[in-house]
């Protein structure tokens, strides 16, 4: 099954549990909009290319379009609906007054000059300028863009409308330019919250053992927030495979190792692993932070974690959440767990929109409310209708949509 599929069996699974009449499922089944464009981008050697791009704008009854904008070889305009479905969902689990969208450009950004994905970044602009703006649609970082891409992007915006304001398009920037506090590590810090709150509602070591799939800004940031409050990350992995140590990775050591070498192959202190080995690994917590349908029907038997925390978006598949609870493996769900980010997306965008700036300790204290509060409300719900918690999260944020629309 395609990830817009999958993403449509968790609404029709939620939908029976959720108290809103058939039309609003009906309404989420399909994006407001999708526009596909064709972008030209001028090559460092003088070639031109033509690169395929997505907006998908999928729900906008709570608030303005939101979601990020991935740069990867692998996307299409299925994954870019299913990622703009669960941002609906997410803005709404959050209970933020925006609605769901997301973007993506089909590239092997990794083979481009910093150039190129400058002049990239401004095409996609030029490209989608009429249906984005701060209270119409405001996209964000995601796999493979960064804040850099954010300025750049925000930069194009004001330059072709002239609308001064019309930074707050983008939120994800530098902080120096318009960003918020706390937005590089939000995505992190909100699981991180997240996880706190379900250890004591279950009695969960407070020193449990994690790996980790993926190693950027939600995986990498991830293992240093969880490491430095107690936990024990035994493995991790990015696109060129893994690492595992059983006594426990030095994160600070396998980080500087990335960065100088761009990847995690060939760190001395761990054995090698690949990312399949890694979901088999004997560890308390698992968290996918990579890309979506990376636990199915067919391997999720190899899980050995008692939870899942979903830093990724989509990355179990419906077939593999019915297994996985009857193997009694609790799935904290993407719409929660990674809803840190566009919790302090949010932030930011309230901030450029009044002019203001709010502290570190400010936002901080802000974003762990708000993702204890989610995290309850979710709990509670799952129990009481005696629901996993993906479909409780599902149900109260299509309630809300409902509510809106
Ligand atoms: P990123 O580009 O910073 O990092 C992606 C990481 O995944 C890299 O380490 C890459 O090497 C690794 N990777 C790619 N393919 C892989 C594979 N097949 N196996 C293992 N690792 C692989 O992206 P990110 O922002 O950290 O996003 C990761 C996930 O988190 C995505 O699903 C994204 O949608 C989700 N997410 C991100 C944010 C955010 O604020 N950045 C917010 C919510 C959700």
Known sequence: MTAFENALVQ??????????????IERLRHPNRIVEASLPVAMDSGEERILTAYRVQHNNARGPYKGGIRFHPKVSKDEVQALGLWMAIKCAVANIPLGGGKGGVIVDSKQLSKAELERLSRGFVRAFKDILGPQLDVPAPDVYTTPEI???????????????????TFTGKPLEKGGSEGRGTATAQGGLYVLDAYAKAIGLDPNATITIQGFGNAGRTFAELASQVGYTIIAVSDSSGGLYNPQGLDVSAVESYKD???SLGGYPDAQSITNEDLLGCEADILVPAALEGQITGQNQYNVKARVILELANGPTTPEA??????RKID?????LANSGGVTVSYFEWEQNNKGEHWTAGDVDTKLKTMMADAFQTIHDRAKKDSIDMRTAAFAIALERIAEAT
Not at 11 to 24: D, G, H, N, Q
């Open 331 to 335: 799935v904290i769900p993407d719409v």
């Open 260 to 262: 100088e070498h761009r």
């Open 150 to 168: 954010m300025d750049w992007m925000a930069d194009e915006y004001v330059k072709l409308t002239g609308d001064q304001k019309g930074r707050a």
């Open 321 to 326: 959440d019915i297994e996985l609870l009857k």
């Open 11 to 24: 609404l029709e699974r939620a939908a029976k549990y959720a108290k809103v009449r058939p039309f609003i």
